[in-house]
């Protein structure tokens, strides 16, 4: 589907022959309509090198990847539904018209128990965070453990992926950001070359598992008993990694919030569950990923911010580009000065 198509879906489009009467919300990747009960996401047609919904089908596939994978997690992805075309008219589900793409229908959640909201209120306390910490051990513990052994360029890779958007940092936030980026890649280089053998250690050791991919506050939210969702379908690679990469995700997103208390809190409740960090070198590697972790926001924020023509939209983008590099600088200091 095209944004107009998306538009008109979402101001005259029916599901169960209902108008959805919704509201939209628009990601990198993808387009969530919002009605009373239900949340219906459907995936843009796309690629890039670590994702590819270019086709139909291959949308289908991974709407129907991303209904099983976060089922491990909560009871809130439902099915996946197809959208058609009649005439003039759109709609969700079943009927006669031509399938024009997929959605994967879920319940709609309330936007006030959104983690990231609480943490920006300041309404986030420490039980919370072990209950969370509890939860997330217990799932790393039953997931399925990776044997796929250690891809030191990969890894490399991945973290100097950054250096695509160096100029448009250097030219939009000046060359003090941009040394932060240059910085940060020689300093992940060598430590991976430093640590080759030990990362394979843990792979062989079992702490590398099919987990989230990406588990940060926004993604989480704060019930009774906490959910999670929208966990990364569309790249395996992304997903299975060491637990201390995934939980590190975690542990930075809320240090990002100015929230170390609660970080803390949460790795030693994590940690009494699953004790992946017992020595100096695993604390290293810690840090490592919450640096790698900040790199990725980073430059999710600065392609953001490259696609966007909203002057204002760009200038908030800005904000948190500077605050994850300004992060990332910090991590990249603290990882080389333990030893």
Request: net charge positive; with cysteine.
């Amino acid at each position: 589907m095209n944004k107009n198509q998306i538009n008109k879906l979402v101001k005259y489009g029916t599901y169960q022959g209902e108008l959805l009467n919704a509201n939209l919300v628009e990601t990198h990747i993808s387009w969530v309509i919002l009605t009373k009960q239900f949340a219906f996401k459907i995936k843009k047609k796309m690629q890039y090198s670590f994702l590819n919904f270019s086709s139909l089908n291959r949308r289908k596939f991974y709407c129907e990847r991303e209904l099983l994978l976060n089922s491990r997690f909560s009871d809130i992805y439902k099915e996946v539904l197809p959208i058609r075309r009649k005439g003039n008219n759109l709609f969700i589900g079943a009927g006669k018209g031509e399938i024009i793409d997929y959605t994967v229908k879920m319940k709609r959640l309330q936007t006030a128990k959104q983690m990231n909201y609480l943490l920006g209120k300041n309404r986030v306390n420490k039980k919370q965070i072990k209950v969370l910490a509890k939860m997330i051990a217990a799932f790393h513990l039953r997931t399925n453990i990776i044997n796929t052994p250690f891809n030191k360029a990969r890894a490399k890779n991945e973290f100097n992926d950054i250096l695509s958007v160096v100029e448009w940092i250097k030219i939009n936030l000046g060359n003090n950001y941009a040394d932060f980026i240059e910085k940060a890649v020689l300093s992940s280089n060598t430590f991976i070359d430093q640590n080759e053998q030990f990362i394979s250690k843990r792979i062989k050791e079992g702490f590398w598992r099919d987990g989230h991919g990406d588990l940060h506050s926004k993604n989480i939210f704060l019930y009774k008993d906490p959910i999670i969702f929208d966990c990364i379908e569309f790249n395996d690679v992304f997903r299975q990694i060491d637990v201390l990469n995934e939980v590190a995700f975690f542990c930075m997103d809320l240090e990002a919030f100015q929230r170390e208390d609660l970080s803390k809190q949460f790795m030693q409740t994590y940690l009494e569950l699953f004790p992946c960090m017992k020595s100096q070198n695993e604390e290293k590697i810690f840090i490592y990923y919450k640096c790698y972790r900040t790199n990725v926001r980073a430059k999710v924020n600065t392609l953001r911010a490259m696609s966007s023509t909203d002057k204002i939209e760009i200038d908030k983008f800005c904000i948190e580009i500077k605050k994850y590099l300004k992060l990332m600088d910090h991590y990249k200091n603290r990882f080389y000065s333990i030893n």
